[in-house]
């Protein structure tokens, strides 16, 4: 189940449209908050990193499998390779043995040294990164803050400037207002007066025309002239209201105009408050930054120094796996030799295995003659045993017969001293046989001795200049070592200057903090005055502020009304920077995510360049093997061949068989529901002749009761229906109309029945035509597969593609933009250049910097030589006879002595007589 398993995970990681990033995205994107290029863009880019994660992972998956399938057969080799050494000498085996465990060992040293290698060189570039990436975003942050604060001011100083010269304006054209509207009321008030004088007059002129009743005519003259006047002057009167209600409106509105511009210019204030607040805040976030710097710097130096370091053990690591190389090389020709030693001893085997037989067939010889010796020496000591006993009988006859002649006894004395002669001569010859047979047996021991012992020499003698070579081959990687060592030494005093370096460097950054600190506290100790002064104006401006609230009660509604709809808006643009907040956020979380695939995907890559690497070292090992595995891969796909053909034709036949069987089926339940019905067709022919019955029963009692509807005859089945009876024209023409409806009922019912019949024979075609094609759906359902895995390869190779192109057009248009920002950034230096100043911030700050190092360079070396004239006259005051202890040392970037200060270095006491007891250390030896 296991194997399923993996293999749908597999398919769900390869649908790269259901991720959780796709999901999270398209959520995004129906929310409104990222938009459908930066969507699209981020899908494309997702579906590159996924798609060569995809890539990774099968090449791992079939590295594994390949890795795999080469350790069964490195175990199968050195398996048989264990039973042929296990089947040889043992001393050779142990050898061969130990020799693999040494070349496994070197080889496990060789991985562990070059993984320990490559993480360090993982680490060095992901620590390099990390610092470009700091700088870019300080960089980046500081371009920031300064192109988001300067149009901000520049606007900021704009509007207040525009608002201070509108407010004068309005301030002049109010005063003027104000002018024209006393002058307004002061000619009010005397045309009033007039008015009230000639009123007066009039009464008075009335009066009198009453009283004196002469002179109508020039009263009359009078009074027109009065009216007249009076009108006018009522005319002038109304004019000069409509032009005092103008202009009470129009200083209406300017007050108005004018509140309006005290609050914005008031809101205005606030908001340059806030920028200059702002921008100390920056300020402050940018001397920050500027310490983060100097402590990425820092940094950056440690990370330089461990650099350095990791460098140098790499170095190390790489004379180390060079070294072991070297040993495994040599224990490789050791192996080597071993092996053709084995060889050696087995031809020798061998050749003493085939010298047996012959051995044994003349040893067996020799012991067939060794009997027949044997038996002809029996048959001699017999017979010589039956001579003498003959002799003894003839000595015997000879005493008997001893009187028959004197010359007889001696001739037979003289015999028998002859046989006995040539019986001790032949004891005698047996003896010296048998001393002599002794004797080269003793030489043949000798010999074979005396051969050994030179054999045994002979091998002392090559196992010497073996061991000679060896030694030499020692000597010079001892020497090689040695050279390394060296080296190293070398390096680790360069080391140790670089530290001391950063020591200095370190002791004078002290300075400069300190330095800096008491300018942070001159700073703060401005900024409480500032701040003082400030609180002091605001007392001011809020007297202002309540003096200028009680001059203009009449525009508090509108300001209010103006609050409300700012703080709706505030509150808008708070939900907004919330929205936009979240979507950098998750924009920030989308680019570690991509971070984070990007990282992983160099270790992979590395991890696939080392499994590579082993793979070329492991293809080296099968070349032999290729022939042998390419004929069988050529007999394997014919086999595979074979094999599909005959699955196809066996699938061809189960079809047949399946349709064999539904008809059998079929058949088989046709003659089921025959049998079935066979017992009851007797039961079935009496219901039917019952059935028919019945039926000519109910027609009947129908025509029956159908004539007894239809006759007239019978009142009480029918009844007068109202309405009109319609003759029979009408009849005719409902007839006709019905008999057209009835033909069209028929054609279309002979239409129906023609399409019926078309349909069932295309049906009975098509089903002809399906029986016909059912043997090649399987070819085609094949076909369709490969079709659809073509155009699904083809789809993803589109998408990767697509994918590739946006991610050039963005890094494209990244570079473009790069390129523009250090052109502005060329341009601001050579402007500031012109002007006098340093090209960039970091420049002069690193001028200073310089300025300060040279001040505290000098303070250092006033203060050494002041220390040396102390020194000098200590030297030269009382005389002592105790051992001077060094109180300065000499540094390098200086070249005099330095005092130690407070802390001089421990000068240990000589030992005692009880030191005597303790056992001396004894120092390791250092194996390189």
Known sequence: MEAPNQLEDFELLLDVSNSTAFQALAALVKSGDVGLEHAEAARQQYARIHEHLVRVMANEKALLDQAKALKRQLEEEESQAQEASEASIADQAGVIRKLREEAEAA?????????????RQLELSELQRQRSEIRARLEELEAQHQATLAPQRDALQSEVTALVAEARAGREREAAAQAELAALRERLDQLSQQAGGLAEARANEAVALEKAGVGPEKARRAADLLTNAVKSLRVQDSQTLGRLQERESQLTGYQAKVAQLEESQRSMQAAIEKGRIACEAKARAADDIIKDLEIARLEAENYAA?????EMEEEVRAGDVKREREVMTRKNLERDKALRKLKKAEAMLHYAQEQVP?????????????????RQLGQAEAATTELKKDTDILINSFLKEEHKGEAHAALFKAGYAEIQALEAEVAALRREEAERLIVQRDLATQRDRIGRTAAEKTRALKETLETIALKQIVLQDLKRARKDTMSRVQDFQQLYDLVKNQRNKFVSLVGVASQSIAELKDKLKILGNELAILHNEEGEKEVLLQRARTGHTASQSDRDTLRQDLNKLIVQFRKRQDAVDEQISEIDKLNAVINGAEREMLRLRKEYEGAVEGRNYTGIMLIDRNDELCILYEKANIQEEVMRKGQIMLQRREDEIRMLKLEVAEMSRALGVVRALLPVIPGLDTDIALLQKQLLETRRQADQLSLQLESP??????????GKVADAEELAAKVAQLEERLNDKREVLLEKELILEEITSLSARLRSQAAEGRQDTLELAKRVNEYQSRLRALTRCMMATVSELSLYQATSLKL??????????????????EAGEAPTADAEREWQRLQ?????????????????????????SAPSQAEPRPNAYIPEDLGIPKPYGGFAPFKPSEPGSGMRHIRQPEPREIII
Not at 306 to 310: A, D, G, K, M, T
Not at 816 to 833: F, I, T, Y
Not at 858 to 866: L, N, S, T, V
């Open 306 to 310: 461990e650099r350095v370091s990791l």
């Open 816 to 833: 473009g933009a790069e390129k523009e920002k250090l052109d502005m950034d060329v341009v601001q230096a050579h402007q500031r250049l």
């Open 713 to 722: 005859a019978n009142k009480s089945r029918w009844r007068r229906l109202e």
């Open 358 to 374: 012959p051995l044994r067939a003349s040893q067996e010889a020799a012991a067939c003659e060794l009997t027949v010796v044997q």
């Open 107 to 119: 080889r496990a040293e060789v991985a562990v040294s070059q993984e320990g290698e490559a993480m």
């Open 852 to 876: 300060r190092e040279q001040q505290m360079l000098a303070d250092m070396r006033e203060q050494a030589e002041e220390i040396y004239r102390i020194q000098e006259k200590q030297i030269t």
